[in-house]
Each structure stands twice: as structure tokens, then as C-alpha cells.
């Protein structure tokens, strides 16, 4: 048995083992030893070598507490941080040449660093093992006594991993400032406030995440141990760990949050900057109650209890995208065909400034894979005749699903933009979100089943979801929407693809119907434009340069802010308001009833009192038009602001709001603001025209962005395919 230490030099290496940095090694090692471990043992636990071991075991021996404070010998550091080797691995996309890089920055050997991303590729180190590299960051307990990181782990990994992480350094930049404030503010931090509270936290992780086997791993507690926990009470199939000793708390969070977001796309910068805010707000201000940062349900990829409908499965199963452009140019001439409608491949190769010959090939190509058909030969007074070509319609189809706060409703469009069959279900928006999703599988499995027989096998190409913002594409999770309260937080696009198996893209409302505008409206919407969707709220779908503008974080066109600002409606605290003027139906009955209009017996606000009065303002009703004229102005003010911002010449109405009754109030109130307000309005007409689309814009617009995604030539890659799992290897 190994000589005890002294009490106070116990209890100054527990305290330096609990710590960051070299003398943590150096304390355990020691603290370890006094337990009777041999060094193999010792070195085997800590992941070091058994000379590091002996060394240390030395210095204890000849000169005490002195001999651990000794500054390591020059050159190679004498621990190498693990997780932050990785970390920086993956910021770096795993190359061989970042790989060197790193080496070379961190004054290791290439094989020292080879080592460790073998080490991890097997699964994040821990005590005892995690079972493999395929986790989760689940949640976060943090006291004055402990911190412990939740992480989940699923029996089958969802795809292949990528090979870069998605968060960035910003993100790990703004986490470590909130793990350096907590650090600072850890000796004031208040105790847990009551007994179980990380019982209580792990059983409630349970609930949220039922598929997926937690592990509860601890970053730091007060007395250097691991195992201070398990005596909580809490779920039984959580299970403990404990991190290595080769590295720190701070840099292993920031390892398992990188590697978590380059494995799930779930996993967005959202979320772990929600968690750097949790962690600074805790440390700036510690309530009496200990932090405990959950993230939302990640949706099960495996069906929970029951199978999802075979049918529906076979009907999707063919979906993987089966027409496969081969260049940008083939998508190019497809563009160019299909602004025109009808036109010969003289024309593409003036239009777009390809040869003759390439242009030639390409059309050949694409008549034999039966995408494009020939039209009837034009005659020419000299040479031979020009054969034009066309969109073939039934070459590909498509499936659009929009969500709703007061119905959803499904089509299934072909390439020419035409509606081979439309379904749709009202909505009862306190329904729980379970089902709610299962209405969404049904209506989608009952409207392909509806055009079964039209739909060709190898011509289906996915489908597109339409929702209410703000969303985050990242993560396909709906965030916030007005009305539908049950929806925060929900992770829908990853929910659906338990039951479609096919590629599915989510996008916002106003920006699919953009996306549906632009390509049913063929040339005449071929310049940018901004589409207003009147739906349950008012939003802005943009068109620029050729493409969906949808901003850093998909969430651009937030139209209700700008119109607040543009009327000067703000709260108490400075933040815009919440514009009744911005949801249709609820502002055009409250404005009805300050003119003395009357819905009759319909229930204001409801899209009944909505069509009544619009029809009463149609009839010549003075105070109906009066409402439903203040309301067409006050989108117009923010329309104005939208005009001068982008310069653009164009702006299109549609929504399942902007009916027959109320489209020409709209059109002349809105023409008449953007023409006689902006600044430049001297050097540009601005163009108000009622949508292409009918009252099915968003679903419509739904199902194009399957088409725009897949044909639309863009030179940074194709969105459809980016949104399936990527190729690459960890780390």
C-alpha cells in the first residue's frame, strides 16, 4: 500500500486535480498512486504513458507539493489536450493537410495527432467508454457542486457523416465566453437549492428524448471525482462517465458540441448558441436554482411503437431524385426552355451563349431521357426546317405540403407547374404536435395515392414543406409561429422523413410561393420581385439575382417588423409591434368594426368574416371599404420600405387572403404607395400584379422548390442534394 499524503496536501491536490490545466494530471496521478495503483493501471485510466506516470510519481516522492509545481522540460508539451486536438481537427474538415497544420500549431508530432482522431473515431473518450462516435449534446446540469453534460447516443446512426462541423468558430468562440464567465462565477455560484435536482433533471431528459440512451458525463465536481452523482436517484437507463484526464472540461464540451453538429443537422448553430446564452445568463446572474439547458426533441429516425404506412412507403420509395443532371449547362438549356415555354435550340445557343454543338448535345441528351419533347416543325424560307422544344410535363412531379395555423393542404404538381390533384384538411391548432404531424403524413400518403397512375416511377422527385416562420433550415425545425403555439420548437422535417422516403426540403411559406411564382410565371417573372403572401400573417418572399434570397439564418422576408417600423407602431420597450394589419383576416375585422362594418354572425377574425366583408366592400359597402382600404395601406408602407431597400421593379400579390373580392383594392392602393413614396421613384415604375398562383400558392410553391432545386443552374451546388447526408469520414 502507497504512503498516504498529509491532510492539507490531500486536500491541495484535490483541489489542483479538479482544476484545469497540467497539475490536474500531476494530482491525480498522485492521488491515484495513494490508492494503491500500479502505474500501467494508473496510466491506462489517465491515457498517458507510464513514464509521464513515474515522473510524476518521483518528483511526489523527493520533494512533495514542490516537486508537482515543477515546469515541464521545454519543447513538446507535456499533456496534449485530446479534445482540442479534435476540435480543431474538425473546424479544419478533417483534411491531411489541416491535420499537419495542427500538429505543427500545437508542437505535437503528425502521429501523436493521428492517434488521437483514432481514439475519437471510435467514439468521444470518456470513463467508462461511450459506446461510439454517433452522440448527441442532449442537455447541460451546472451547480456550485458539479457540471454534467447530457449526451444521447441511437443504435443506428442516421447516414454517413460529413466531414467538417457546421457550427464554425463563432459559435465555439461565443461558448467559450460563457464557460470563462462560469468559471469566474463558480466559487459565488448558490448550491443546487433542493435535494435531486439533477434527478430531477435527468428523468426529464428521459421524457423528452425517449429514443435515444443517455449518458451523463461529467465535466467538473468539487471533489475531482466522477462518481459524486450516482447516489442521485434518476432514470435507470441513464449511465455515468466521467472525461480523461487528457483533457479539459471546457475544451471536451467544445469537442462534443463540434462533433455532434458534423454528424446531425439537427444540431445547428441555434442550438449551441441557445446554450452559450443559457451558460453566460447562469453565470452573470446565478438564480437560487441550478442551470439545466435541455435541447428540443430530435426526432427519431427509428419508428417508435408502430410502422409507418408500407404503402406510403413504396409510394416515396422511388423519390432518390432519379432525373440527374450531369452538368450546369444541361441546366442552363432546361432554364432557358422553360422561361420560353416553346423555343428552338438556335435560340438557347443566342440566349445563353452556348455553341451550337454543345447546345445540340445537350437538347439530344435530354429528349432521350425524355425531360424535353419536340413541337412541330417551323418552316423557314431558307434552310432546313427548326424544330422547337418543350418542357415534357409528365417527365417529373412533385409533392407540396403547406402548414397552416387554419388548414393544410397537399398537391402534386408536374414540371410545367400544372396541379394534377389537390387535397386539404383543416386544422385544429391545439391539437398536440404528434397529431398534428400524423394529419401531415396522411394528407401527403392520400394525395399521391390520388395521382397514382399520373406520377411516372422514375420522375418523382421529393417533396417540399411549406411553414409559418421564423424556422431554422439547418435543423428543419420550426421555431416560433404565429398561431401555433403547440409547434415550438418542433423538429418537423426530420419527423417526416421517418415516413417519406424521399428527399424533403422546408422552406418558408411567402419564400416558397416566390419559389412557385418564379417558375410557373415562366418570363414574366424572370427579373427580381418580391411576393407578398397574404396569408394568416403577411410575408415577403424574395427573388434576386436569379434565385430565393433567404438570408443567413433562411428566415429573410420578415415582412410584420418592417411594416411596424414603416407606421411607427412600436411597444413600451422600442420592439415593433405585432401588427393586427399584418394578419388579414384579424385586422380587417377589427378595422371594420372602428368604420361601424359588421361581419353579420360570423366570428371576427375568422376567414368567414374576412370573405364578408371583403364581398360587402365589393358591393360598394362604404364602411367595408374604408376598412379593408386602411388595411390595404398599411401593407403598403411596408411594401414602400421594401421598394427602397431592394430597388426592385416588381411586386406580386397572392395568398389564400387575397381574394377576387379584395384584389383590386389591393392591387390600386399598393401600385399607387410604391410609385409615389420611395425616394428614387423618379428613376423606376414599380409593377403590382396579382400571383400566377391560385389560393394553393404556398403548397404550389412547395412542390417548386423541388423543381427549383434540382434544375435551377446555380453555381454553388445543388440545394436538393446538399440536403441530403454528405460523404465524409470523422475525423
Not at 202 to 228: E, I, K, M, Q, Y
Request: aromatic share 4%; hydrophobic share 40%; glycine share 10%.
Amino acid at each position: 500500500m502507497a504512503e498516504q499524503p498529509p491532510p492539507a496536501a490531500t486536500q491541495t491536490l484535490r483541489q489542483w486535480a479538479a482544476q484545469n490545466g497540467p497539475l490536474a494530471l500531476r494530482a491525480r496521478i498522485v492521488l491515484l498512486a495513494a490508492e494503491g495503483l500500479r502505474d500501467a493501471a494508473i496510466a491506462r485510466r489517465l491515457g498517458v504513458s507510464r513514464q509521464t506516470v513515474g515522473t510524476w510519481r518521483h518528483r511526489w516522492a523527493d520533494r512533495g507539493l514542490d516537486g508537482l509545481r515543477g515546469q515541464a522540460r521545454p519543447g513538446r508539451p507535456a499533456t496534449v489536450d485530446d479534445a482540442e486536438v479534435i476540435t480543431r481537427t474538425l473546424l479544419g474538415a478533417g483534411s491531411r493537410a489541416a491535420s499537419r497544420a495542427i500538429a505543427r500549431e500545437l508542437g505535437l508530432s503528425h502521429a501523436t495527432v493521428a492517434g488521437i482522431r483514432r481514439r475519437w473515431a471510435a467514439g468521444p473518450p470518456a470513463d467508462p467508454p461511450l459506446p461510439g462516435p454517433d452522440v448527441w449534446v442532449i442537455g447541460l446540469h451546472a451547480d456550485a457542486e458539479r457540471t454534467v453534460l447530457l449526451t444521447g447516443t441511437r443504435p443506428d446512426p442516421a447516414g454517413t457523416p460529413p466531414a467538417s462541423t457546421a457550427v464554425g468558430t463563432d459559435v465555439l468562440t461565443e461558448l467559450d465566453r460563457a464557460c470563462d464567465a462560469l468559471t469566474v462565477a463558480r466559487d459565488g455560484l448558490p448550491p443546487s437549492g433542493r435535494a435531486g435536482a439533477l434527478a430531477t433533471f435527468l428523468t426529464r431528459a428521459s421524457r423528452r428524448h425517449p429514443h435515444v440512451a443517455l449518458h451523463a458525463v461529467t465535466l467538473w465536481n468539487v471533489s475531482g471525482s466522477g462518481d459524486t452523482h450516482r447516489s442521485a436517484a434518476g432514470p435507470a437507463d441513464v449511465t455515468f462517465h466521467r472525461i480523461p484526464a487528457t483533457t479539459t472540461w471546457r475544451s471536451y464540451l467544445r469537442a462534443m458540441v463540434a462533433l455532434d453538429s458534423t454528424r446531425h443537422p439537427e444540431s445547428s448553430r441555434r442550438v449551441y448558441l441557445d446554450l452559450a446564452g443559457a451558460i453566460g445568463r447562469y453565470a452573470e446572474d446565478p438564480p437560487g436554482e441550478p442551470l439545466q439547458w435541455l435541447r428540443e426533441s430530435i426526432a427519431s429516425h427509428a419508428p417508435s411503437g408502430e410502422e409507418p404506412d408500407a404503402a406510403l412507403r413504396r409510394e416515396t420509395a422511388g423519390g432518390a431524385n432519379h432525373i440527374d443532371l450531369g452538368s450546369f449547362n444541361e441546366c442552363v438549356v432546361i432554364e432557358s426552355v422553360r422561361l420560353a415555354g416553346t423555343i428552338t435550340r438556335g435560340e438557347i445557343a443566342h440566349r445563353t451563349g452556348l455553341t451550337q454543338q454543345s447546345v445540340s448535345r445537350i437538347s439530344r441528351s435530354l429528349l432521350a431521357r425524355g425531360i424535353l419533347v419536340e413541337d412541330a416543325q417551323l418552316r423557314a424560307t431558307s434552310g432546313k426546317p427548326r424544330t422547337p422544344v418543350r418542357l415534357r410535363g409528365d417527365a417529373a412531379h412533385a409533392v407540396g405540403i403547406h402548414i397552416d395555423p387554419e388548414v393544410f393542404t397537399a398537391v402534386v404538381i408536374d414540371l410545367d407547374g400544372a396541379l394534377v390533384t389537390v387535397r386539404s384538411q383543416p386544422v385544429r391548432p391545439t391539437a398536440d404536435p404528434e397529431v398534428l404531424v400524423k394529419q401531415v403524413v396522411q394528407l401527403g400518403g392520400e394525395v399521391l395515392a390520388d395521382a397514382r397512375g399520373a406520377v411516372r416511377e422514375d420522375g418523382f422527385l421529393g417533396i417540399g414543406v411549406a411553414v409559418p416562420g421564423p424556422v431554422d433550415i439547418a435543423s428543419g425545425t420550426v421555431l416560433d409561429p404565429p398561431l401555433m403555439s403547440v409547434w415550438t420548437d418542433l423538429p418537423l422535417l426530420y419527423l417526416l422523413k421517418d415516413h417519406f422516403q424521399c428527399p424533403l426540403i422546408m422552406e418558408k411559406d411567402a419564400a416558397a410561393a416566390a419559389a412557385g411564382e418564379r417558375w410557373i410565371g415562366r418570363d414574366s417573372r424572370s427579373r427580381d420581385f418580391v411576393y407578398l403572401y397574404l396569408g394568416t400573417g403577411v410575408g415577403s418572399g424574395l427573388y434576386l439575382n436569379g434565385d430565393l434570397y433567404r438570408g443567413i439564418s433562411a428566415n429573410a422576408g420578415e415582412f410584420g417588423q418592417l411594416c411596424a417600423v414603416a407606421l411607427g407602431r412600436t411597444g413600451s420597450g422600442g420592439r415593433p409591434e405585432i401588427l393586427p394589419e399584418c394578419n388579414p383576416p384579424v385586422g380587417l375585422s377589427q378595422l371594420a368594426e372602428q368604420h361601424g362594418c359588421s361581419a353579420g354572425t360570423e366570428r371576427p377574425g375568422s376567414p368567414a368574416a374576412y370573405r364578408t366583408i371583403t364581398r360587402a366592400a365589393e358591393t360598394g359597402d362604404p364602411a367595408a371599404g374604408a376598412a379593408l382600404r386602411d388595411l390595404a395601406r398599411a401593407i403598403g408602407q411596408g411594401t414602400v420600405g421594401l421598394v427602397d431597400l431592394l430597388d426592385i421593379d416588381l411586386v406580386v400579390l397572392g395568398g389564400p387572403f387575397f381574394t377576387d373580392e379584395a384584389a383590386p383594392l389591393y392591387l390600386a392602393h399598393i401600385a399607387e404607395m410604391v410609385n409615389d413614396f420611395p425616394t428614387a421613384r423618379r428613376l423606376r415604375h414599380v409593377d403590382v400584379e396579382a400571383s400566377v398562383l391560385g389560393p394553393e400558392a404556398a403548397a404550389v410553391g412547395a412542390a417548386s422548390t423541388i423543381f427549383h432545386a434540382t434544375f435551377t443552374p446555380r453555381l454553388r451546388g445543388n440545394a436538393l442534394r446538399r440536403s441530403s447526408p454528405g460523404a465524409g469520414q470523422f475525423p
